[in-house]
């Protein structure tokens, strides 16, 4: 079992509307969780970083948060942009190594 | 800076033939990864380096083996090609620990026919 589960698997949004994405981990003892965002035909690029002691995060339009205690973690993006139309990947760290969850392909449409 | 690089971007293979992935990064990390990424799964990381002249296997590390002769570069082999490898294969590279932030390089997408 994929101890970093993300949802949905894809999602469709009109341009300018907010969502909401979601991460599930089992991960333990925790480090970090990051978000990556991943264009299509590309390498996955970093959006945001937490250790377990923040709750939350922002880079831009992008605002991530984190529940230690429940290990839940969502990332919400505000007044979508076409050019969000990606994959978003949920990474967690134990201690040295990392754990990636197969992400959500979202797409935004005009 | 490039950044990280790899080459090449495109590769077909039949089955039994050898190949290998160069990974170039131009910002004097230490770390560098090896990852596959295949369709509804996360990625997996094949083999890791954590400095020049060492190397450790990952969590898929059948099947493929790895040098780093240079800091800058690190190499994939496939010894004999499977269909089981077709894949997406992304090479990263950091600071140290993966604590600190990745850099991914483009992929290399890899066809076993």
């Known amino acids: 079992k994929n101890q970093v589960e993300q949802s949905p698997q894809s999602l469709i949004i009109l341009e300018g509307k907010n969502c909401t994405l979601q991460?599930?981990?089992?991960?333990?003892?925790?480090?970090?969780l990051r978000w990556y965002k991943q264009d299509t035909g590309r390498g996955p690029v970093s959006l945001t970083i937490?250790?377990?002691?923040?709750n939350t995060k922002s880079n831009g339009r992008y605002t991530a948060t984190l529940d230690a205690d429940t290990k839940q973690s969502s990332l919400h993006i505000t007044a979508s942009q076409l050019s969000d139309s990606a994959s978003y990947i949920c990474?967690?760290?134990?201690?040295?190594?990392?754990?990636f969850g197969a992400g959500t392909r979202l797409t935004v449409k005009p | 800076n490039a950044g990280v690089t790899q080459t090449p971007k495109f590769r077909v293979l039949k089955t039994g033939q050898s190949m290998t992935l160069l990974c170039a990064q131009d910002?004097?990390?230490?770390?560098m990864y090896w990852y596959r990424q295949d369709p509804g799964m996360g990625l997996r990381l094949i083999h890791y380096?954590?400095?020049?002249?060492?190397?450790a296997k990952g969590e898929v590390p059948d099947g493929y083996n790895v040098s780093r002769l240079k800091k800058q570069n690190f190499l994939l082999g496939l010894e004999s090609a499977a269909p089981s490898q077709t894949s997406v294969y992304f090479c990263?590279?950091?600071?140290?620990?993966?604590?600190?932030?990745?850099?991914f390089g483009p992929g290399t997408r890899l066809t076993v026919t």
């Open positions: 990263a590279s950091s600071w140290t620990v993966p604590q600190y932030e990745q850099y």
């Open positions: 991460c599930n981990y089992t991960v333990s003892p925790f480090s970090n």
């Open positions: 937490m250790t377990f002691s923040e």
């Open positions: 990474v967690v760290s134990p201690t040295e190594d990392m754990r």
């Open positions: 910002m004097n990390h230490e770390y």
């Open positions: 380096s954590v400095g020049e002249g060492t190397t």
